[in-house]
């Protein structure tokens, strides 16, 4: 008998190591790695100067508290704000992330409401849970916290309609993850903008999924062109040792003042000193260039099954963060079967959307490899 909860869906091979793009099960089965932990190890597995990071770390001290000075943590926050204004608070998870977003928009706007769309993924807390628009997801936990909305995405009028002075925030990811890989249109995310600054409500960015470098900049919401007052990071920011962080506009920071909010682990000094090195490789412009070409490239090559094969709805994505949409989840089911036996990891978003995050630091070599994989797959399907 297990003793854990059976709340995950496991597969049955436990990954015991792994290397760059690669993992490896207890049979020493070598697996291509396009999961990357769901869009955490951005640069793969044991990536000599991460290792180096947490070794020199864990040889010094590895939690201290937020009773004291953090120079690691500056060193990040200034790391993330990257020249802009932001300031950062740090905390262990992007549900944790979106509950301080969510607590910092009442609190700084003193308004109710927060808007977000129809099928995102902000996390299981309670305050993240009732931001999901996923109501399959909420069941049975009921009742939510009060003053949540959901409308649909990529639709400006009826955000219009109830932009009004209760809202405090919109909250939403430039590309929906959990949802089925739903990029933005920039128009839309543009007038969003507009329409809540003209309201003086507070535009959330959720980068949780779609940040440090996964769609070919820093974050997402970068190629919109637009200046969000509250990013929520989390995931990829220290390539697996947890970690989270809410980047506010400095105007902001007083609203976050001395005991209103704050968690034991947030900011632990393991996480900043891998979470530093994970923005110092990754927040370079070639190496950001590197992954849009190497995302150009793949939805490319992916983009041809949709003439070949019926059961390919469509092809979309940013960077390396595509989704490939199936004529059902049976179809998604057997693709995920057919590449495990063609020894490569990928994972669902949604009922019908192959999902695939292979690491950033992926070669054209391993890369070309995966897509001729991903394409065998998928054309067997009876
Ligand atoms: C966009 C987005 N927001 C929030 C979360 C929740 O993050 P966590 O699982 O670290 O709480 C996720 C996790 O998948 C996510 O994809």
Same mark, same amino acid.
């Given at each position: 008998m297990s003793h854990l909860f059976p709340n995950y869906v496991r597969d049955e091979i436990e990954l015991v190591s792994g290397k760059g793009c690669y993992v490896y099960d207890q049979q020493g089965n070598q697996y291509l790695d396009f999961v990357s932990g769901i869009a955490v190890n951005n640069l793969g597995h044991q990536?000599?100067?991460?290792?180096?990071?947490?070794?020199?770390?864990?040889?010094?001290?590895?939690?201290?508290?937020?009773?004291?000075?953090?120079?690691?943590?500056?060193?990040?926050?200034?790391?993330?704000?990257a020249g802009k204004d932001y300031v950062?608070?740090?905390?262990?998870?992007?549900?944790?992330?979106?509950?301080?977003?969510?607590?910092?928009?009442?609190?700084?706007?003193?308004?109710?409401?927060?808007?977000?769309?129809?099928?995102?993924f902000h996390g299981r807390t309670y305050g993240a849970l009732s931001a999901t628009g996923q109501p399959q997801l909420q069941q049975g936990f009921l009742p939510i916290v009060e003053g949540f909305e959901y409308l649909p995405y990529n639709q400006i009028e009826p955000l219009k309609?109830?932009?009004?002075?209760?809202?405090?925030?919109?909250?939403?990811?430039?590309?929906?993850?959990?949802?089925?890989?739903?990029?933005?249109?920039?128009?839309?995310?543009?007038?969003?903008?507009?329409?809540?600054?003209?309201n003086g409500s507070l535009l959330i960015i959720d980068e949780i999924q779609t940040g440090i470098g996964r769609t070919g900049d820093l974050f997402a919401f970068e190629s919109y062109a637009i200046d969000p007052d509250i990013v929520t990071v989390a995931k990829a920011l220290a390539n697996g040792i947890p970690v989270g962080a809410m980047l506010g506009k400095k105007k902001l920071a007083e609203v976050f003042g001395p005991g209103s909010h704050g968690t034991t682990f947030g900011g632990n000094n393991l996480a900043m000193s891998v979470a530093a090195t994970v923005l110092e490789e990754i927040n370079q412009e070639d190496f950001l260039a590197a992954v849009k070409? $190497? %995302?150009?490239?793949?939805?490319? @090559? =992916?983009? !041809?099954?949709?003439?070949?094969?019926?059961?390919?709805?469509?092809?979309?994505? $940013? %960077?390396?963060?595509?989704?490939? @949409? =199936?004529? !059902?989840?049976?179809s998604l089911k057997q693709v995920l079967n057919n590449l495990k036996t063609n020894n490569i990891l990928a994972l669902k978003a949604g009922a019908t959307v192959l999902r695939l995050l292979p690491p950033l630091i992926i070669d054209q070599q391993t890369l070309a490899e995966g897509a001729k994989k991903i394409k065998e797959s998928i054309l067997i399907l009876k």
């Open positions: 990536h000599p100067k991460v290792v180096n990071a947490l070794n020199q770390q864990a040889a010094k001290i590895w939690h201290s508290s937020n009773l004291y000075t953090n120079s690691l943590q500056e060193n990040v926050a200034k790391k993330l704000a950062t608070f740090f905390c262990n998870s992007g549900a944790e992330a979106n509950e301080a977003a969510i607590k910092m928009a009442r609190k700084a706007t003193g308004r109710e409401k927060i808007i977000s769309f129809e099928q995102s309609e109830k932009l009004d002075a209760s809202v405090a925030a919109v909250i939403l990811e430039v590309v929906q993850g959990e949802g089925g890989i739903i990029p933005a249109e920039k128009e839309w995310l543009k007038s969003v903008e507009h329409h809540c600054r003209a070409s $190497k %995302g150009d490239y793949l939805i490319n @090559e =992916l983009n !041809s099954l949709i003439d070949k094969s019926e059961k390919v709805l469509a092809v979309r994505g $940013k %960077g390396l963060m595509i989704g490939i @949409e =199936l004529d !059902s989840a049976d």
